[in-house]
């Protein structure tokens, strides 16, 4: 079985897997094998737990829809982070959050800073005054 999990930023994964396990906060959890019947179902905040052999990974979910038809898992997300453990993407999610607040911050900060400027430049030259 193949599972496919896309994100506005593309592709984070395509590998074949054994089994998985999806898990949604309103949708509860449930489990997919090989000749599953076809479903497609939403994940608000939750995780897709994939194994291949003895390989286990997570992927936390962040609004995604998630379909299986003839044993292909396909995932699209807003945001989709992946780790070893459930709790390793979670940390890896939350600091790819901070890093984007962190930075969305600065950005207002600079435009803030930038629109002063403006402001100030206009109120100097009388620009636009009749």
């Not at 590998?15 to 509860?28: D, I, R």
């Not at 780790?83 to 900060?109: T, V, Y």
């Amino acid at each position: 079985m193949k599972i496919i999990i896309v994100t506005p930023e593309g592709e984070l994964y395509n590998e074949e897997v054994t089994s998985v396990v999806v898990s949604s906060a309103n949708n509860g959890e449930y489990g997919m094998l090989s000749g599953h019947l076809p479903i497609i179902s939403t994940i608000d905040t939750g995780y897709v737990k994939m194994t291949f052999n003895q390989l286990t990974y997570y992927v936390v979910i962040i609004n995604g829809l998630v379909q299986q038809v003839h044993d292909v898992i396909t995932v699209i997300a807003q945001d989709a982070y992946i780790g070893e453990s459930k709790d390793a993407a979670i940390e890896n999610l939350n600091q790819i959050r901070k890093a984007r607040l962190d930075s969305n911050r600065q950005r207002n900060l600079e435009l803030a800073m930038a629109e002063n400027e403006l402001k100030k430049q206009i109120k100097q030259t009388g620009a636009g005054k009749i």
